[in-house]
């Protein structure tokens, strides 16, 4: 990668400055150890939320509430954000994040429990958008649960890892991104992209 690929990079991750929210639930998730999403993540799923009318996200991972605030920016302020995590301590702080934020409490549904135990309970087609930043090895059931809980014109995000391209890396995690990024590229129902922000995010939007 050439010198200005690696500085336009850096620049790109740097473009979004967060709010003071933001920069404490980011705080609060280094003291619990949690890796929130970045700024250049971070503005893009606020973007993309403000570009598709999100107003029905599904969150797998809340971690702080990192993520959920970006998201939330972009929505419209009728929307609500569904999120569930396995870590109570976590959410706690997610939900202190959303209310010092002024999140209204409606617009936000923080819900405790393993996501592939409480997903196959959502509805069918009810949602925008879905953001995982969750356990890889448990991506492709993720997919899965997308394409039923996505409408048609939905959006689904993985977040994902920069050791996916490096031809050396052989752990089952690596190997897991790598099975789950082709069964979405080759997938008749979704079409796709890799983008190069953070360590990667793989978008799908359903047809």
């Given at each position: 990668m050439s010198q200005h690929k690696v500085a336009a990079w850096s620049h790109a991750e740097e473009f979004v400055t967060p709010g003071d929210h933001i920069e404490a639930a980011h705080r609060?998730?280094?003291?619990?150890?949690v890796d929130p999403v970045g700024n250049g993540a971070g503005g893009f799923l606020r973007a993309l939320a403000a570009a598709t009318g999100a107003k029905a996200v599904m969150e797998v991972g809340t971690g702080t509430g990192?993520?959920?605030?970006?998201?939330?920016?972009?929505?419209?302020p009728d929307g609500i954000l569904t999120t569930i995590d396995i870590e109570a301590e976590h959410q706690q702080a997610a939900r202190e994040a959303f209310a010092a934020a002024g999140i209204a409490h409606q617009r936000t549904?923080?819900?405790?429990?393993?996501a592939l135990e409480v997903l196959p309970r959502m509805t069918d087609s009810a949602y925008?958008?879905?953001?995982?930043?969750?356990?890889?090895g448990e991506y492709p059931q993720?997919?899965?649960q997308a394409s039923r809980l996505l409408r048609h014109g939905?959006?689904?995000?993985?977040?994902?890892?920069?050791?996916?391209?490096?031809p050396a890396a052989r752990d089952p995690e690596t190997r897991t991104l790598r099975e789950v990024g082709k069964l979405i590229r080759d997938h008749d129902?979704?079409?796709?992209?890799?983008?190069?922000v953070g360590d990667g995010l793989l978008l799908a939007v359903k047809r």
């Open positions: 609060r998730a280094e003291e619990l150890g990192v993520s959920g605030l970006w998201i939330l920016g972009g929505m419209p549904r923080v819900i405790a429990g393993r925008d958008l879905m953001v995982v930043d969750s356990d890889k993720y997919v899965q939905g959006t689904l995000v993985l977040t994902w890892t920069d050791k996916e391209s490096d129902e979704f079409t796709a992209s890799l983008l190069p």
